[in-house]
């Protein structure tokens, strides 16, 4: 099983970015995928989840309105489309399989993950 991150960037305060996850060795036919992020000296924060199953999705308050998750399952992958960004969204942003129907998903653990892709917002 891979999860790879792309997309990750320097974009300044109220742009937007688009992270992607590419997953291989797993089908997402039937899987909960989360993005957690996690900045130098900060605890791991779950940011968003989707159930491949049904496109049910799930937001952490911070990033609820501004951040938006979808997936194509004929492509195995999963989006983060990031708005409104804020230098507090500066992150390492990585996805990760969870439980199916994104239970607790925010304290998961995240034995299949990605490494990763560093988002910055500054100006």
């Known amino acids: 099983v891979q999860l790879v991150e792309s997309g990750g960037g320097l974009v300044q305060p109220g742009g937007s970015l688009r992270l992607s996850c590419a997953v291989s060795g797993f089908s997402l036919g039937y899987a909960g995928i989360a993005w957690f992020r996690q900045a130098p000296g900060e605890q791991r924060e779950g940011v968003s989840c989707i159930r491949t199953s049904d496109g049910s999705t799930y937001y952490a308050d911070s990033v609820k309105g501004r951040f938006t998750v979808s997936r194509d399952n004929a492509k195995n992958a999963v989006y983060l489309q990031m708005s409104s960004l804020k230098p507090e969204d500066t992150a390492n942003y990585y996805c990760?399989?969870?439980?199916?129907?994104?239970?607790?998903?925010?304290?998961?653990?995240?034995?299949?993950r990605g490494q990763g892709t560093q988002v910055t917002v500054s100006s």
């Open positions: 990760a399989i969870v439980q199916y129907n994104c239970a607790a998903y925010d304290s998961s653990a995240t034995d299949y």
